[in-house]
T-cell receptor, first 112, second 113 residues
């Protein structure tokens, strides 16, 4: 089955700086790569996703890049703000059409 | 907007009790999931269902069962609660027709004493 690793587990950055979180997966058949954000006490919500026919996707301050050859994709957040503080999960699609295989999460801390 | 609700936000039960957690969605999604979330372990899949009366085991089904009698409702059952089942439980839904986004409920924090 799919094996997913997410790094780092905790990331602390100065407000205004950039943050990068990386997700490595093992299933070469995976073709959908999302990132979810979970603020403290709230439910996880999709913030950006990418499909395997695209190498990069941007949405304002966030972007996702995909390297299918190396089997990893990354979340990039630029000009970080206090409201970016949260836990971020990657969840590449596994063997079936229904399941997402989740990384362990990255706690992002934005220092004022 | 997809609406996914869970029966309780907080629940305290005693060891050995039978516990029911319910999830209801109003968007006619075929697929429903139950996860537990523990610090440092991410989201671990307990069971999922892709249709009424259908269920599949996830990665950690031991100690749990599920029921899906109606499309909008997916129940997680702890037959005899144990202290190691103290956790946050999250329900999620997904539509066959959509891309693969899963929509989550608000979660139930279960404490087993």
């Amino acid at each position: 089955g799919e094996n997913v690793e997410q790094h780092p587990s905790t990331l602390s950055v100065q407000e205004g700086d950039s943050a990068v979180i990386k997700c490595t997966y093992s299933d070469s058949a995976s073709n959908y790569f999302p990132w979810y954000k979970q603020e403290l006490g709230k439910r996880p919500q999709l913030i950006i996703d990418i499909r395997s026919n695209v190498g990069e996707k941007k949405d304002q301050r966030i972007a996702v890049t995909l390297n299918k050859t190396a089997k990893h994709f990354s979340l990039h957040i630029t000009e970080t703000q206090p409201e970016d503080s949260a836990v971020y999960f990657c969840g590449p699609q596994g063997g079936s059409n229904y399941q997402l295989i989740w990384g362990a999460g990255t706690k992002l801390i934005i220092k004022p | 907007d997809v609406k996914v609700t869970q029966s309780s936000r907080y629940l305290v039960k005693r060891t050995g009790e039978k516990v029911f957690l319910e999830c209801v969605q109003d968007m006619d999604h075929e697929n429903m999931f139950w996860y537990r979330q523990d610090p440092g372990l991410g989201l671990r899949l307990i069971y999922f269902s892709y249709d009424v009366k259908m269920k599949e085991k996830g990665d950690i089904p031991e100690g749990y069962s599920v029921s899906r009698e109606k499309k909008e409702r997916f129940s997680l059952i702890l037959e005899s609660a144990s202290t190691n089942q103290t956790s946050m439980y999250l329900c999620a839904t997904h539509a066959h027709s959509s891309h693969n986004e899963q929509f989550f409920g608000p979660g139930t924090r279960l404490t087993v004493l």
